[in-house]
């Protein structure tokens, strides 16, 4: 038997909900294990404190992150339908599935362009937020611990295994 259809609306609008927050989880859990180097879990509670601490920057951030993707998404798209054109494709049935490649292409392989694009803006902001005298990051004390432990050979690649 199947549940009524606001049940199920109800239902399909929870789930929706509850991907668009896990996504969102996901991303910032991925920038704060970049800025941190914490497992995920605590980097996705972190975010989530920064978030509900800092509102406004993360929102920023994020329409930055967003309006930077899409940019580079429109340059992508436009340079293969030039190319295209080149190459003697004209009209929407030539052009058409080109530009559709092009878009789904671009969506595709620019998403880590827009987590690293995320990771430095929130480093921005970091930066900013810890302009007091004599204030050292909490990040910042854990890098230099670990540049410490490396010495004066603190080769990234060399220690990362």
Known sequence: RRPPSLLRSLRNFAAEVLEVVATWASKQ??????????PFAAGAMRAGHLAAKAPAGFL??????????????????CM???????CGLEGVAGLGPVALS???AAESL?????????????CC????????????PLEAKELQKTMAEWGDDASFVQHYR
């Open 29 to 38: 859990a991925f920038v704060q294990i970049a800025i941190s180097g914490c």
């Open 80 to 86: 293969s339908l030039v190319v295209a054109s080149c």
């Open 102 to 104: 092009a878009y789904l």
């Open 110 to 122: 620019l998403h880590p362009y827009s987590v690293a694009t995320t990771t430095i803006l929130h």
């Open 125 to 136: 902001l970091l930066d900013q937020d810890s302009k007091q005298e004599g204030e050292v």
């Open 60 to 77: 920023m951030v994020e329409a930055l992150s967003n309006v930077f993707q899409r940019a580079c998404e429109f340059l992508l798209i």
